[in-house]
């Protein structure tokens, strides 16, 4: 089993910053990738960016590249999301997840762990 509890989100106007972090516990075995989606109001939820747990390797939506940066703390057990240059379209709430799987994947579908999510509001 793999817990995930997101913290760091909140309000801010247009071109600010906000750095979101999720710990992580539970068996290393049942997470690879972790991953952050957002769902913004009536619509689907989607892929932001990921990092691969064992390894240096970081994966991005188009919509964020450039301005998203996903790291990992190995040792604080923690998978952090700094979001920068943000845009009220970037208005939604951010997931963290968890999957057991070693390659990278993109779909809500292939995650099994979830945290409960954090609110980002961007204001124009």
């Known amino acids: 089993q793999v817990q995930l509890v997101e913290s760091g989100g909140g309000l801010v106007q247009a071109g600010g910053s906000l750095r979101l972090s999720c710990q992580v516990s539970g068996r290393s075995t049942f997470f690879s990738d972790m991953a952050w989606f957002r769902q913004a109001q009536g619509k689907e939820r989607e892929f932001v960016a990921a ?9 991005y939506a188009d919509s964020v590249k450039g301005r998203f940066t996903a790291s ?3 040792a604080k057990r923690t998978v952090n999301l700094q979001m920068n ?5 970037d208005t939604a709430v951010y997931f963290c997840a968890a999957s057991p799987v070693g390659t990278h994947r993109s779909s809500p579908a292939d995650f099994r762990s979830w ?3 954090t609110q980002v509001t961007v204001s124009s």
């Open 85 to 89: 240059s943000l845009k009220p379209e």
């Open 51 to 59: 990092a691969m747990w064992g390894g240096d390797k970081f994966y």
């Open 115 to 117: 945290g409960q999510g």
């Open 72 to 74: 990992r703390d190995i």
